[in-house]
């Protein structure tokens, strides 16, 4: 009886040290997603950031409430993919805080969300590489998630922006762009080893590109008593044939379409017949997915749309070459000044500006 007793407590022993040791081959990878924003203010469920250049305006960010991870481990010399998640948040689940690290000024104002990662630790070393993009509305991509293999299909992955929703809602997107590089190194990734728990830090950036429009008629064109007709008041405006295909998730440089598109998202109101403040000055901003012409590689066009004076006519249809570095890491901010000193309907230019 005293034998079969030793040999079940020897038993317990060698369970109870299983389940000991277990968790050592595992650890908690903390992955901090940074937002950068100018000013630490939190109004109805989201960020308020001043417009750079612009005092009397400011923008509305909204949290970012779906996550997608993709993380990769090197085997052989070879990225393949080791796990994907996907995170449904809350706005409460990012936090006002102030940055410390590589990627920004230190001490600047930031909204962060911190991940625990669970993940096995490999002896003697693990290299990984984190890519994250985040959306206030829930993305479709062009692959799922869950059947990525490889860095290649990672760097191609792509997200819809045909819906409307999504459309208006790009300026909420962020990404961790594939050439953002700190110490010659994907900012994105991470070494460990099983005495030391690495983290990443990720500041996450906008895949589109800010559009900012100002227009002025000159004072003498506003009213003109002595020849009516001369007189010029901008009476409509619109951006037209925005891309609305499929846009890289983390190289925001590299959309592409064959031509110069003829359909496409428009957004129709910047400016209509009924906004008489709106006549002979504003400004207005959207955001849209930056994009080149196969055939012309060096600009991104923007298409607008305007007219003078009344509703009726082609309007003045301009194109507006951007020069773009498709491989920056960054989407640049595009800035348009039209000032007005004639009707201009029924007239097609294509400008380059700088």
């Known amino acids: 009886m005293k034998q079969y007793l030793y040999i079940l407590l020897f038993a317990l022993l060698l369970i109870g040290c299983r389940d000991t040791d277990e968790p050592q081959q595992q650890m908690s990878l903390p992955v901090y997603l940074s937002l950068p924003t100018n000013e ?21 960010f909204f949290f970012p409430n779906y996550v997608y991870f993709i ?42 969300y911190k991940e625990e990662i669970v993940m096995p630790m490999s002896k003697p ?15 479709t991509f062009s692959q799922s998630i869950s059947s990525i293999t490889n ?26 762009p594939y050439n953002y ?29 800010k559009v900012d429009i100002k227009w002025n008629v000159t004072a003498d064109k506003r009213i003109n ?29 590299r959309n592409t379409v064959p031509t110069l598109p003829t359909a496409g998202y428009s957004i129709n109101d910047i400016i209509t017949p009924a906004d008489e403040g709106l006549w002979w000055e504003g400004r207005t901003y959207f955001y849209t997915i930056p994009y080149t012409v196969e055939s012309e590689t060096r600009y991104f ?23 773009i570095d498709t491989t920056s890491v960054f989407v640049p901010w595009i800035r348009g000044n039209f000032v007005f000193n004639k009707p201009l309907d029924d007239k097609t230019e294509t400008k380059i500006v700088e």
């Open 40 to 60: 630490m203010v939190n109004t109805q469920q989201a960020p308020i950031r001043k417009v750079i250049g612009d005092p009397g305006t400011t923008e509305t």
């Open 181 to 209: 590089n700190v110490g010659g190194s994907y900012y994105g990734s991470f070494s460990g080893i099983r005495s030391t728990v690495p983290h990443v830090q990720l500041m996450l950036y906008h895949v589109a590109s």
């Open 151 to 176: 860095l290649s299909q990672t760097l191609n992955l792509k997200f819809s922006t045909a819906s409307s929703t999504i459309q208006h809602n790009l300026q909420h997107v962020y990404s961790t």
């Open 301 to 323: 066009p923007l298409q607008m749309l305007m007219r003078t004076n009344g509703t009726s006519g082609s309007g003045y249809q301009l194109t507006l070459k951007q020069p």
């Open 125 to 139: 070393k693990f290299d990984g590489r984190i890519y994250a993009i985040a959306s206030a509305e829930p993305l």
């Open 71 to 112: 993380l990769l481990k090197k085997v052989d010399n070879e990225w393949v993919i080791w796990r994907t998640l996907e995170r449904t948040l809350t706005d409460d689940d990012w936090k006002a805080t102030h940055y410390s690290g590589r990627l920004n000024t230190t001490g600047d104002s930031i909204y962060q």
């Open 225 to 253: 008593k002595e020849d009516p007709s001369a007189a010029v008041r901008l009476t409509n405006m619109q951006a037209r044939y925005l891309f609305n295909g499929n846009a890289y998730c983390f190289m925001p440089m």
